[in-house]
Each structure stands twice: as C-alpha cells, then as structure tokens.
C-alpha cells in the first residue's frame, strides 16, 4: 500500500516528499519526520521542511553510502490521537527510524515505535517520555536542561521570578526544573502560573506575573518567564503594553520560546527582550557550526520560509539527521534496517556533529543516569542574551545541568 493511500486509511495528516514514494525498493532508506503543523497551538513545520531539505541534499550528493534516502512527513495535529497514527504509519511503511521530530504526545507514538522496534532519534526532548523509553535517542536535554540552565542563572541577577506556562501535561514538569536551578543558585521558587496554551490574548496573566514580581526591596529586577511555545509571541503583545507601569521587571526564557525572529517582531533593542537571558541547545546561529546546515537551507529550501537556521526545530532535526548519516556509513555495505539501526546506537557508536552537541553515545555506561531521564546523553545548554536587539552568547563555553537536573527530582 502506498504512503498516500495508508495516510488516507489512517486519516492522518502526512505526506511523502515530492518525487519519491514511500513504496519499498531496493538500495533505499526511508525514514519518517513528523511535527505539528497549522494548529492553534506549537506549530513546527521547519522541521519536516528541513528534513526533506536534507534528504534532497543528500541524494544530490549520491545519497546515504549510496543509498536513496526518502523521507516521509506526517502532520501529528499536536493531538494524541494523531501522533499515535504517524507512528502506526511508520510502522506500517517500515521506516529504519522516526528523525527530528516534535510531539508533546510520547505516551501516545513511543508504544507504536517500540513495537515496531524503530527508533526515534533526535525528538525535540519535549516530554519525559524520550528520555525514558529505550527507542529514543535525544540529541540534546529538552525542556528539562533549558529551564535547570535558565533558573541557576536567574537565582544571581532577578528579585522574584513568575513562571508563565501551559496548563498541560509537558508544562506540569516545568516548575520543578526552573525551581531545580533556582534552588541551586540559593534563590526561592518561582511563582507557577498556569495559561491556556492556544490563548488569544493573555492579558491577565501579563498583570498578574508583573505585579508578582515588582516591590520587593531586593534591588534586583524581577523577572517574568513565559515559556508558552509558539504562544509566547502573543504573550509578549499584552506583557509589552502592560510593562510600561513596571520597568523594573524584565524577561527571560528558552529558545523553542523565542527566537531572533520573535525578538525582531517585539521591537528588537526597544523591545521587552533586550537584556534577557535565554538558554539554548546550541552554538548561536550565526556560528560557524552552522555553516554546512546554512549551505544546504540556501541550496535546497532557500525559497521555503518553513525553514529558519534560527530555530532550534530545525537544528535539532539537523542534527538528528546528521546521526542516521553516521550510523549508515557505520554500515557500509551491509543492511540498513531499524534493527541494525538500533543496534548499532545501543552498541554506542560515537557520533560527532561539527562541535554543535558533545560527541553521543547512547550504551549504558555512556546515559547519564539522572532520575527521571534514564535516556539523556546531552544535558550541555549555551547562555545567550539580547543585546542591541540580537541574541548572541552570553559567554563562551556551555553550562552542564546534569547535577541540577538530579536535584530537580528531589
């Protein structure tokens, strides 16, 4: 059965890259790259884009040691019902891995893959369940790393902090890992305010996080931390009227929240994020690093506005996607199975990425063994912030949050 006619019996919302078909054939690699597209919540179309991107580079270039690789795409609506058809899409197409991907939903897709034994490499580290179940391979710390990384630098520069995130299952961890640094830095917990994730407007959160960190005595600015994904862009519109009663609070938040695009959009060096720290994954995306990724953006998808070298979907599926290059050419000639595949990661094949993550590993002794996050290989966050209106690091070298990602569970 071909891609389009499962998608159709599935009632999904995914797609095969113009100019292959998801029928198997010899000498071919076909892999899978979901994320949630056209909602009313977290959008992440940049990285299918991305993926199809990489795989039109790749083939250009005479493929995976000489193999076709064909990527198929499916729209998981940022709903549980349909991550979980993308994964049985997967399953039933035969893909060797799912890579890149974004799903607040891992409950949902990670049972799927582990029954088909395919392997999921790279997520966007968005919820508990990919770095707990073993057909996951992240490729950096999600959530939990950034928001650790964003309270130990919080607890030395802000007065009070408000926490501003959504009233859902990934947001219900959130507290805990900024309180986790927080905590480390001496500094007291966050104020938890829960929003509606597909809000309009949040006006009333913008008064009540101000008011929750002004007046104090302290003399340190308070700080307002929305971490509301795609939606902190509407946040900032109510929090950049409602702060000209309260100058002396400013924000901070990681990116996935926030990006040079999102910096632009709210006034740039005259905007309410000029000045504040936001943790990342990654080198800043005018590193060097990036070049290979920029070159292959501006050959392959250089009219696609899907795909922005600034978002950390698309480096993260980058990267992703620089793993399977490894893990086939650590094949050679032999099959490219989600099998050998897997074993070939649970054997600990070192991949390095250009210096963009630490070398990954994923055997047993390479995991490193925070509670809560069996699966985690890379708890490194860079510190960067806006200044003159461009987010830029904040000072060299990365910040290692595995020890406040071991505190966070206690």
Not at 88 to 94: H, I, P, Y
Not at 220 to 241: E, H, I, Q
Not at 355 to 380: H, K, Q
Request: glycine share 10%.
């Amino acid at each position: 059965m071909s891609a389009l006619a499962v998608c159709a019996a599935l009632a999904a919302g995914c797609g095969v890259v113009p100019g292959t078909s998801a029928d198997t054939e010899s000498g071919e690699i076909t892999v899978m790259t979901w994320a949630p597209e056209d909602t009313d919540a977290t959008n992440k179309p940049g990285m299918p884009a991305m993926a199809q991107a990489y795989a039109r580079w790749i083939n250009s270039t005479g493929g995976l040691n000489g193999r076709k690789l064909k990527v198929l795409t499916c729209n998981e609506h940022n709903d549980r019902v349909a991550a979980a058809k993308c994964a049985r899409l997967a399953a039933k197409e035969d893909v060797v891995a799912v890579v890149g991907s974004y799903s607040q939903f891992g409950d949902a897709f990670l049972g799927p893959l582990a029954s088909a034994g395919i392997p999921y490499i790279g997520g966007y580290g968005v919820t508990n369940d990919e770095f707990t179940n073993p057909m996951s391979y992240p490729v950096n710390g999600g959530s939990p790393a950034l928001l650790a990384g964003l309270g130990k630098e919080l607890a030395a520069v802000c007065g009070p902090v408000a926490l501003v995130r959504p009233d859902t299952i990934a947001g219900d961890q959130l507290p805990q890992l900024l309180n986790s640094g927080l905590r480390a830095g001496g500094h007291a917990p966050a104020r938890d305010q829960l929003a509606a994730e597909d809000a309009t407007e949040y006006s009333a959160h913008t008064k009540l996080a101000l008011q929750r960190t002004t007046g104090t005595g302290s003399g340190k600015k308070g700080c307002v931390v929305p971490a509301l994904g795609d939606r902190t862009n509407t946040f900032m519109d109510s929090f950049r009227r409602d702060r000209e009663d309260y100058p002396a609070v400013r924000t901070a938040t990681v990116l996935g929240s926030v990006d040079q695009t999102v910096i632009n959009a709210n006034g740039g060096k005259s905007g309410p994020y000029e000045g504040s720290y936001i943790t990342g994954w990654y080198p800043v995306a005018s590193d060097a690093r990036w070049d290979e990724m920029n070159k292959v953006i501006k050959e392959e998808a250089f009219d696609d506005d899907r795909v922005d070298p600034q978002d950390a979907g698309v480096q993260t599926t980058w990267i992703a996607y620089t793993v399977l290059k490894r893990v086939v050419e650590s094949l050679k000639d032999g099959e490219v199975s989600s099998t050998t595949v897997r074993q070939a990661l649970d054997r600990g094949l070192p991949i390095t990425t250009g210096g963009l993550t630490p070398t990954l590993r994923w055997r047993f002794e390479d995991l490193l063994r925070v509670a809560g996050f069996p699966r985690l290989v890379n708890a490194r966050v860079t510190l960067q912030v806006v200044r003159d209106g461009r987010l830029v690091a904040a000072r060299k070298g990365v910040v290692d949050t595995t020890k406040l990602l071991e505190n966070a569970q206690h």
